[in-house]
């Protein structure tokens, strides 16, 4: 299948968030910023979010997986690696790509903060109004 010394990359993005994933023939354990994913992402829903596309796919022991995130927060991090790690996946095998675009993990979520304009309190907040 694939030689040992081998990894397939990914990078995912959410919000500002920026996770590059890398997923080697292992084990089956799961590291984000050098700590085991389930203590880097302690809300369970998060650490799930992460996990998503190897658990969908039953390839869960599978794979030895290493996420370096940065930016954003917990659940857009948690998205980015999930983002990340089904780029991977379709690197090392092609043939996943349109099971895991119908399970909505190859889109890249592009939703991200309005920024604030001149004259307004916030992106769209006016100051209010005084009639006297």
């Not at 292992?26 to 590291?31: L, P």
């Not at 369970?44 to 979010?49: T, Y």
């Not at 979520?109 to 006297?132: F, I, T």
Request: proline share 5%; charged share 30%.
């Amino acid at each position: 299948m694939v030689k040992a010394d081998k990894y397939f990359e990914g990078i995912g993005r959410r919000k500002t968030a920026i996770a590059r994933v890398r997923l080697t023939p292992g084990k089956g354990d799961m590291m984000v910023n050098g700590k085991e994913a389930k203590a880097y992402f302690p809300v369970s829903r998060f650490f799930e979010a992460a996990c998503a596309p190897l658990r969908k796919l039953k390839m869960q022991g599978d794979f030895s997986v290493s996420a370096k995130v940065s930016g954003g927060g917990p659940a857009a991090q948690a998205g980015a690696v999930r983002h990340g790690l089904a780029r991977a996946l379709v690197i090392m095998n092609p043939e996943l790509k349109v099971q895991l675009r119908g399970l909505g993990f190859m889109t890249r979520d592009s939703r991200m903060v309005e920024r604030k304009k001149y004259g307004l309190k916030k992106a769209r907040r006016a100051p209010q109004w005084q009639k006297r």
